[in-house]
């Protein structure tokens, strides 16, 4: 028999993974404890991932004196790697140095298994708090507290963010207690681009655990041309879940999920050029993409615009309709700035189509191959200057006039209900005729114009033109072509 926990490591661990010890895996489980933390680590993970339906669960229930039940789960149950930022004391500069130390964590078996005996109190009192056993074999050893939260939050929770670490004691009623380096490990943290949790930011495993395991979020999401004052107004009064377990929502999310609260606004500044405008389409798609990306389960958008109609038109293009959302109406009264929701929980429904107008009065003057579409929902009249202006380049075009009976006083409550029916009768012109290209020109609510985006969609060519107060003149601010390319190009992070 070959005393295999005499060789030297690294070359039993190269004849292990290229398959030279298959023969001998007996004798190497039923002298599992013979071997470093580290071997018996890889041995396990090898075993998974390459013997798991070859090798019989006897074997191991041998060599690690446990039932076959138990053996069994290890080799081919469920299991998770759990990663611990372990720090100490070098012996000869006394340096505070840090590494990585990964576990192999199987849940549910009938008694707590280890291959660290010396952390089987500490490993006890994990087991009442997540009300489990389980098995845990580490590739190292070590000593401390500070793998207790990592190890815990791997055995309660199944989604845990890639970038995402813990260090922190436990006890048994979930408060979670200081470990020493902790500054240490957070700068080891972020030199492998990792966030770590810590007992100075979170007191309690259970909001942790609210937080990885929450289903539906709220998301307020603001976008104006002003300052971020306004930013923070918005954020007070929106109407969704501000608080939530320790924290004000967006500082967990940004713990949790890595998104800071300058993910969830933008302030634009003056658009001057068309490359401006194209910078903040750009900007909003990208950070609408990252929260959709980073933040799991259901989120209803709660969104608010002070800019232009011609760009909330291109925002609702890029927004898409899959995600619920709440738009808000802002308007000054009596010098006090109020934002009206409107809530468009499914907002598929913005597509469909209506046979019967009761709140628009189009009118579709039915000519040439370009279509020119007019929002004229608010007091001022744009028609006849729409006119002047596109008979400069377009020969001869189509318009859809798409007007109200209230102008300038839609109430709000029927912005929802307008821009469906506007929606539709684009849709049903869309279908009767095909055009070479679509010209937008808007006097109307900016979220009016976002929803009828969300519902157009982007696979048309065409331009958005906005009326700029310091020429006096329209220009085209956004193509469909440039909206088209971002929500088809790869975001990457």
Not at 247 to 276: A, C, N, R
Not at 422 to 451: D, G, T
């Amino acid at each position: 028999m070959f005393r295999f926990e005499d060789f030297e490591p690294s070359h039993f661990l190269e004849f292990l993974k290229q398959g030279l010890l298959d023969e001998h895996i007996k004798e190497i489980l039923e002298r599992f404890y013979l071997f470093s933390p580290k071997l018996q680590f890889e041995i396990l993970l090898y075993l998974r991932e390459r013997l798991k339906d070859v090798v019989s669960p006897s074997f191991l229930a041998k060599g690690l004196s446990i039932k076959k039940e138990d053996a069994e789960r290890i080799i081919k149950g469920e299991g998770k790697i759990c990663e611990i930022i372990v720090a100490g004391k070098e012996q000869k500069t006394q340096k505070i140095s840090c590494s990585l130390v990964k576990a192999l964590v199987i849940p549910e078996t009938s008694k707590v298994i280890t291959n660290l005996e010396h952390l089987k109190r500490k490993l006890s009192i994990i087991k009442k708090l997540v009300n489990q056993n389980f098995a845990v074999f580490f590739e190292s050893s070590f000593g401390g507290d500070s793998f207790m939260l990592p190890l815990a939050v791997t055995l309660s929770i199944k989604k845990i963010p890639d970038d995402l670490r813990f260090t922190g004691k436990l006890n048994s009623k979930g408060d979670i207690l200081d470990v020493d380096f902790i500054q240490e490990k957070v700068s080891f943290a972020q030199s492998n681009n990792l966030r770590l949790i810590t007992p100075l930011q979170v007191k309690k495993f259970d909001t942790i655990k609210k937080y990885l395991e929450k289903e539906a979020w709220d998301v307020p999401f603001y976008v104006t041309s002003s300052g971020k004052e306004e930013v923070h107004s918005f954020l007070e009064v929106y109407k969704g879940e501000k608080e939530f377990a320790e924290f004000p929502i967006l500082k967990g999310v940004e713990l949790f999920y890595g998104l800071s609260e300058e993910d969830f606004y933008m302030i634009t500044g003056q658009l001057q050029k068309q490359e401006d405008w194209e910078r903040v389409s750009q900007e909003f798609y990208y950070k609408i993409y990252k929260i959709r990306h980073f933040l799991p389960g259901v989120k209803t958008f709660h969104l608010g615009f002070r800019t232009a109609s011609a760009l909330s038109f291109a925002l609702g293009v890029l927004f898409s309709h899959f995600d619920p959302f709440v738009v808000y109406h802002y308007q000054v009264l009596d010098g006090v700035a109020t934002y009206h929701p409107i809530e468009v929980l499914t907002p598929r429904t913005l597509k469909e189509r209506i046979s019967e107008f009761k709140l628009i009065n189009p009118i579709f003057e039915d000519k040439g191959e370009d279509l020119v579409v007019i929002l004229n929902f608010s007091h001022h009249e744009l028609t006849a200057d729409v006119k002047a202006y596109v008979a400069s380049f377009l020969k001869d075009p189509s318009f859809v006039i798409l007007e109200s009976e209230y102008k300038g006083n839609l109430p709000v409550e029927l912005f929802h209900q307008v821009a469906k029916e506007s929606a539709s009768f684009l849709q049903n012109i869309r279908e009767k005729k095909s055009f070479k290209s679509y010209h937008f020109f808007f006097s109307c609510p900016v979220v009016i114009a976002f929803m009828i985006g969300i519902a157009f969609g982007h696979y048309v060519d065409g331009f958005m033109y906005n009326f700029q107060k310091g020429t006096a003149l329209y220009e085209p601010v956004l193509s469909f072509k440039f909206l088209r390319k971002i929500r088809e190009t790869d975001v990457r992070f």
